[in-house]
């Protein structure tokens, strides 16, 4: 069997291979997920990418820390969505404000007449 992970010259994969079912192990319990669920999840994640990058030696981490990169990941992701939503629905604000102005102008305007 030829690895599909090196560093320094050396296969790594099963170490990677080992590191990823702990880190999954790790996300069913705290997520309380399947392991397909937990597997999907980090499979779709940036810290999984950057695990398979094995220069990084993220890899060389305990399961607990890659973990934790993980949920600091979707932590960021969840904050960041937060963002986008208060930010549409403050937009959403201005724009009403926007009219009732405009609504108010066009009302003294037409009282003035």
Same mark, same amino acid.
């Given at each position: 069997?030829?690895?599909?992970?090196?560093?320094?010259?050396?296969?790594?994969?099963?170490?990677?291979?080992?590191?990823?079912?702990?880190?999954?192990?790790?996300?069913? @319990?705290?997520?309380?997920?399947?392991?397909?669920?937990?597997?999907? %999840?980090?499979?779709?994640? $940036?810290?999984? +990418?950057?695990? /398979?990058?094995?220069?990084?030696?993220?890899?060389?981490?305990?399961?607990?820390?890659?973990?934790?990169?993980?949920? @600091?990941?979707?932590?960021?992701?969840?904050?960041?969505?937060?963002? %986008?939503?208060?930010?549409? $629905?403050?937009? +959403?604000?201005? /724009?009403?404000?926007?009219?009732?102005?405009?609504?108010?102008?066009?009302?003294?305007?037409?009282?003035?007449?």
């Amino acid at each position: 069997m030829e690895g599909k992970y090196f560093f320094n010259g050396k296969d790594i994969s099963m170490n990677l291979y080992i590191q990823i079912r702990d880190v999954v192990d790790i996300i069913m @319990e705290k997520s309380h997920l399947s392991f397909p669920d937990a597997m999907g %999840k980090f499979y779709h994640s $940036k810290t999984y +990418k950057t695990l /398979q990058n094995t220069e990084n030696t993220l890899w060389a981490e305990s399961a607990g820390y890659i973990a934790d990169r993980y949920y @600091e990941e979707q932590e960021e992701a969840q904050i960041k969505q937060a963002i %986008k939503i208060l930010a549409g $629905k403050l937009n +959403k604000k201005q /724009q009403l404000q926007k009219q009732q102005t405009e609504m108010v102008g066009k009302l003294q305007d037409h009282e003035e007449q």
